[in-house]
């Protein structure tokens, strides 16, 4: 079993009995998802740490769009609660990578892919060479942004 999946039932166990109820509530939302993604597919498997970053990020990303759509619609509580909810999340995902390290990354991408003259058709290059060193650290959406803003 993974340490990653180890440490998310251990501090759930820990919130369970400090009666934390948002805290419980969200890590029995992804250990639900861990769960799912384990037996997705045709065979079983245990997911390792990297896996259990991504579904991490994934579960992330669902509680910002949805504290934007609530805010959007007017409905604060629902927001405070979804963005609760992430920061949760963000405590098990690794530091996010900042605006500038984005850049430096899409940058030696870019040269080490001699990408530069190609335009935006090496984009998918780019992003290939790029998603690993990204994954969980930034949202491939910003990632992306900054990679047309280069090749642009």
Known sequence: MSA???RLRADLTTAIKAR???RSSTLR???TAVTTAEVAGKTQRELTDDDIVGVLSTEAKKR???AAAFAEAGREELAAKELAEAAVIADYL???L???EIAALVA???EQTGAAGEGMRAMGKVMGVLTPQTRGRADGGSVAAEVRRQLG
Do not use: C
Request: proline share 5%.
């Open 98 to 100: 900042t605006a500038g």
């Open 94 to 96: 690794p530091a996010q």
């Open 64 to 66: 910002r769009e949805a």
């Open 29 to 31: 939302m992804v250990l």
């Open 20 to 22: 934390d109820e948002t």
């Open 4 to 6: 990653l999946k180890d």
């Open 108 to 110: 030696a991408a870019v």
